[in-house]
Each structure stands twice: as C-alpha cells, then as structure tokens.
C-alpha cells in the first residue's frame, strides 16, 4: 500500500465507521478498530474499544457528511485524520464536530488507535491552516 492511495482508503474506512456501513464484504468496526483503540468523545469522557464497538452496534446511524478531509502522515504507515462532521441534508441537525483519528497500517491492513470528537464552532476557520 503506497502514501498515494492511502488518504482516499483512509476516507473510505472513517465514512465507514462513522456511517456504520454494514456491507458483510467490508471490514467492519471489529476489524477497524484497533486492540488498544481509545477514543474521547465531543463530551470529553474517555471510550475503550469494547464501550466504542457496543455503541456502535446499538445506535441508529443517522448519514453524515464529511467536510474538509486532510491526511498527514507522521512516519511510515502512521496517518493523522481530520476533517468536520456535519449532517447530511436529509437527516436532523446536529451540531457540527471536528474529528481527529491516528491509524496505523501494518500488514496491509489500516486499524484506527485513537480518536477525538470536538463540537466545533458555528464559525468554522479554513481548515486548511490546520495540517501544514
């Protein structure tokens, strides 16, 4: 797997976990999430991989959009993501959410280790001054 096909996969697998994609032919959350996956929520509280796959199973999805996708990679087969959720058009609003997610790529396969959900502002700055 090359850096170039890289930021395009990485879209795919985070519209998948935050859509909740059920295709069967598809990896899923259980595949994507790495063993020692932590996340902190919009709510700052602190989510283990096991508390992260349970909510996922039980909650209604509701389809979102991601805005401003940008990749950094931080060394070899370690990407940083970031971009903005927002809904999408024909869902109930949310508030809009800035998501960060550090993946690792080992053994061609891309697992997500860490990720953060912050609410973001109703004036969201050009984002691309955030990931030079």
């Given at each position: 797997m090359t850096h170039?096909?890289?930021?395009?996969?990485?879209?795919?697998?985070?519209?998948?976990l935050l859509n909740g994609g059920q295709n069967p032919e598809e990896p899923g959350p259980g595949v994507l999430l790495a063993d020692d996956f932590y996340e902190i929520g919009c709510s700052g509280r602190l989510y283990d991989r096991t508390e992260t796959l349970r909510h996922l199973s039980q909650e209604a999805h509701h389809k979102c959009a991601?805005?401003?996708?940008?990749?950094?990679?931080?060394?070899?087969?370690?990407?940083?993501?970031?971009?903005?959720?927002?809904?999408a058009e024909d869902e109930p609003v949310a508030a809009p959410s800035w998501r960060?997610?550090?993946w690792r790529c080992q053994h061609d396969r891309w697992q997500v280790h860490f990720h953060q959900g912050t609410r973001a502002a109703m004036q969201t700055e050009d984002p691309t001054t955030f990931l030079p």
């Open positions: 170039h096909d890289s930021p395009h996969l990485l879209r795919i697998l985070e519209e998948r991601i805005r401003d996708f940008q990749v950094r990679f931080l060394g070899p087969g370690v990407a940083l993501t970031v971009y903005l959720v927002e809904s960060s997610s550090l």
